[in-house]
């Protein structure tokens, strides 16, 4: 597992760089380490060289891993949720980023209520509009932040997209600029209880442009752990 050590090191590096052209603080920006379809033990590899946020997509791989690793990992959900699924996760991640419609809000709301939790959310937009991806659309994003926000066990901390894919990473820059705008829109719409403090944007192939940009988490799998294995 030397690789993924190896791996880490240097996408930190990157990011870094990036943060330091933009004028930021390397710390603004975390790194969330993007595991799905990968086993437990190159989790554990990558937690044991100091990384601490694990992103999984789906439901099961998350429920699954999670009891045969370290208690101080952070799992976050970043895949399309389901809201019939919601229940397998409740209590057991620290921020959901996908939450792109009030019935999957109003649903995390009632799970982590019968916990006695509150759930740190992300408004996931939709700013390309592509069908086969989740999120609000711009024009949608207001509104539903002001009634997600009406919910008592959510908190609404930033907003999340998925630019569509682009050879030159370069072509999803303004897709991430776009989130920085609607995130300033919906601060300046002071809404109680909403921060706009996190930006989730930017994978392998472009998250030194999210950096620059403003994300404040971004999403990196491949370049980290190999390319993913599909059974």
Not at 50 to 62: K, M
Not at 115 to 126: A, F, M, R, Y
């Amino acid at each position: 597992m030397g690789e993924i050590a190896e791996h880490l090191k240097e996408i930190r590096e990157r990011m870094a760089q990036a943060a330091a052209r933009a004028g930021r603080e390397p710390g603004a920006v975390r790194l969330v380490a993007v595991s799905k379809t990968k086993p437990a033990a190159a989790i554990a590899a990558a937690f044991a060289c100091g990384q601490t946020i694990f992103g999984e997509n789906y439901v099961q791989e998350l429920v699954a891993k999670q009891p045969e690793l370290p208690g101080e990992i952070s799992w976050h959900f970043i895949g399309s949720l389901q809201s019939n699924k919601v229940r397998q996760i409740a209590g057991k991640v620290d921020l959901i980023h996908s939450v792109d419609r009030l019935s999957l809000a109003r649903e995390i709301d009632r799970q982590w209520g019968a916990l006695g939790k509150v759930c740190d959310i992300l408004v996931q937009v939709n700013i390309s509009r592509e069908e086969t991806k989740g999120g609000a659309s711009s024009e949608e994003l207001l509104g539903l932040v002001r009634e997600v926000a009406q919910l008592p066990n959510l908190k609404v901390k930033g907003l999340m997209t998925m630019p569509p894919f682009f050879d030159d990473p370069e072509g999803a820059r303004p897709y991430f600029r776009k989130l920085r705008e609607l995130a300033e829109e919906v601060r300046q719409a002071a809404i109680p209880g909403v921060e706009m403090r996190e930006l989730s944007m930017g994978m392998s192939g472009d998250f030194e442009a999210a950096i620059e940009e403003g994300a404040t988490l971004v999403r990196v799998g491949s370049a980290l752990f190999g390319e993913r294995q599909y059974h």
